[in-house]
């Protein structure tokens, strides 16, 4: 199967080692370590290939990718031989990415973003277009009575002003191009009743939410533990900091929270009540893409006696992020060819916020995942 990968936000630190990666893993110069869909388990499931995946998207600023690509080279996110040696394939990635189309309502954009992406389909003779939003995150939007059925969106985003927040505006395009959409963000993306709606007409799949990369991933493995050895967390501080064009947006309060919250889910529905304790996100340039957590747990043992957990993270976000995203592209269009529609709730594994119900334990995660996996390799005989 050749398939797309559409981006949005395809300039950015996480888009751009998802690019490089896939063009070195294509050309064997890099092993796919970090990737779950490498893992031994899940080789026989019928994915497209890491060398069939083709790249385009969207971003809103113009700079070259492969300048970004120097730029992560020398923060030391990429290694500087693997750009080096990538600069044809980095050119033609170039000419597939396109800047946020401007209009005068969101009806007009709309049709230009599903415009640019059945163009990028048909060039490339793609059999699937999966649509990732991994651009900054938003603020949570104001509720709008459009967002309630299609009906009232498609005549609400007809008039001049703004109905949509960016990341769902996507998901609209990209439904009505006949295309799944994940969103590797906390941003709102297809999380409104109108656009599950317009998923289940199309018959689209879709998948989010914020991709699950350190300290919630830590969390969704520790949380269960504590759960499970009746232990009572009694409270549970984080603070994360955190560089790059990301931590740049997350000093905003509204992203910062929207984040926050994203972060913070796990603990309430895995151990059935809230502790005592916040997750802080903190912006510090220097640091780059490479995230430190550290986390303090107090919780109660037998007799009430008191103990405490704690831990650091550090992590390279980018490097992190960027192999899962390359995993949901290739299940999520292998989903789609497979028939799949909705919300893809066992692709739960790999997010802070998953939509569904397959919970927040990481190994119950695995087994939703894998059973997943292998029902499409049955559809795939
Ligand atoms: N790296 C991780 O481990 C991780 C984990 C979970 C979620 N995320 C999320 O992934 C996203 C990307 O992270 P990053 O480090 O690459 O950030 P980044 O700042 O490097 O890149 C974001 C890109 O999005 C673009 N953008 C902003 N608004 C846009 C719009 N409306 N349309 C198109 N493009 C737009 C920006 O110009 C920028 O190039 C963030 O929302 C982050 O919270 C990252």
Redesign the pocket.
């Known amino acids: 199967m050749r398939a797309g990968i559409w981006l949005?936000?395809?300039?950015?630190?996480?888009?751009t080692t998802t690019i490089v990666g896939a063009l070195a893993l294509r050309a064997g110069l890099a092993e796919p370590t970090g990737c779950v869909t490498a893992h031994p388990e899940l080789a026989a499931v019928p994915l497209p290939g890491f060398g069939e995946l083709v790249f385009g998207g969207?971003?809103?600023?113009a700079g070259p990718v492969a300048k970004k690509a120097d730029q992560l080279a020398t923060a030391g996110v990429l290694p500087a031989r693997l750009v080096a040696a990538l600069g044809t394939e980095l050119d033609e990635v170039e000419a597939e990415l396109r800047s946020?189309p401007a209009g005068a309502t969101q009806a007009g954009i709309a049709d230009a973003i599903g415009g640019d992406i059945a163009a990028f389909r048909g060039r490339h003779r793609l059999d699937r277009v999966v649509v990732i939003n991994?651009?900054?995150?938003e603020p949570a939007p104001q509720p709008h009575p459009a967002h309630a059925s299609v009906a009232a969106l498609a005549a609400a985003l007809a008039k001049p002003g703004m109905v949509l927040p960016?990341s769902a505006l996507?998901a609209y395009a990209a439904f009505r191009a006949g295309c799944p959409y994940v969103d590797?963000?906390?941003?709102t993306g297809a999380r409104l009743p109108a656009l599950a709606e317009l998923a289940g007409e199309q018959h689209l799949p879709y998948a989010g939410h914020?991709?699950?990369?350190?300290e919630t991933l830590l969390k969704s493995v520790l949380a269960p533990m504590f759960a499970m050895r009746n232990l009572t967390v009694r409270s549970w501080s984080g603070i994360n900091l955190l560089g790059?064009?990301?931590g740049?947006?997350?000093a905003s309060p509204g992203a910062n929270a929207a984040?926050s919250v994203s972060k913070q889910r796990v603990l309430g529905e895995t151990l059935g009540y809230l502790p005592d304790g916040a997750t802080r996100i903190d912006y510090v340039a220097d640091i780059g893409?490479f995230?430190t957590a550290w986390d303090l747990i107090t919780f109660a043992g037998f007799l009430g006696t008191g103990m405490r957990l704690q831990f650091t993270w550090h992590?390279c976000?980018?490097a992190?992020?960027a192999p899962l995203v390359l995993d949901l592209a290739r299940i999520t269009a292998a989903a789609h060819q497979a028939g799949h529609a909705g919300p893809l709730a066992p692709l739960a594994f790999f997010f802070?916020d998953p939509l569904g119900d397959a919970g927040h334990a990481l190994s119950a995660q695995w087994e939703a995942l894998c059973a997943f996996l292998a029902g499409l390799g049955d559809r795939g005989r």
């Not at 969207?58 to 600023?61: E, I, M, P, Q």
């Not at 991994?134 to 995150?137: E, K, Y």
């Not at 590797?184 to 941003?187: A, I, K, L």
Request: net charge neutral; glycine share 16%; charged share 25%.
């Open positions: 949005i936000g395809a300039r950015g630190s996480v888009a969207h971003d809103l600023v946020v991994v651009a900054s995150t960016p996507y590797f963000t906390p941003s914020d991709g699950k990369t350190g790059g064009g990301d740049a947006n997350l984040k893409d995230k992590g976000d980018s992190l992020a802070k």
